[in-house]
């Protein structure tokens, strides 16, 4: 029972970086037991698992982020972040963390990577 928001999605150029923030709200004692993740979706496509982190600090990410994100957590500070470096256009998308294996969406962050 823990509810996230997303903060920190802009526009960037192409080859910038920016952070997403998550923090966490609700039954936060229970925060660091969960694995998080980050998935993004683009109108009329499924959302796709970007990266997760588990309670133990595990990291996976998918290919098309690898060498680029890094997920990171600090569970005194109920918060997830993505930092990404070296954007790309198709990164551009709407970003939500969530604990893996809930279906409760919020409204995400929004990144844009144009020129």
């Known amino acids: 029972q823990v509810q996230t928001v997303e903060s920190g999605g802009g526009l960037v150029q192409p080859g910038g970086s920016l952070r997403l923030s998550c923090v966490a709200s609700g039954n936060i004692v229970i925060f660091p037991i969960y694995t998080m993740a980050w998935f993004r979706q683009t109108p009329g496509n499924e959302r796709e698992l970007v990266a997760s982190?588990?309670?133990?600090?595990?990291?996976n990410y998918a290919d098309f982020v690898k060498g680029r994100f890094t997920i990171s957590r600090d569970n005194d500070k109920y918060m997830v972040y993505l930092q990404m470096n070296n954007l790309k256009p198709e990164d551009t998308a709407v970003y939500y963390c969530?604990?893996?294996?809930?279906?409760?969406w919020g409204q995400g962050t929004r990144v844009t990577v144009a020129s």
């Open positions: 969530i604990p893996l294996g809930a279906d409760s």
């Open positions: 982190i588990t309670s133990l600090e595990k990291t």
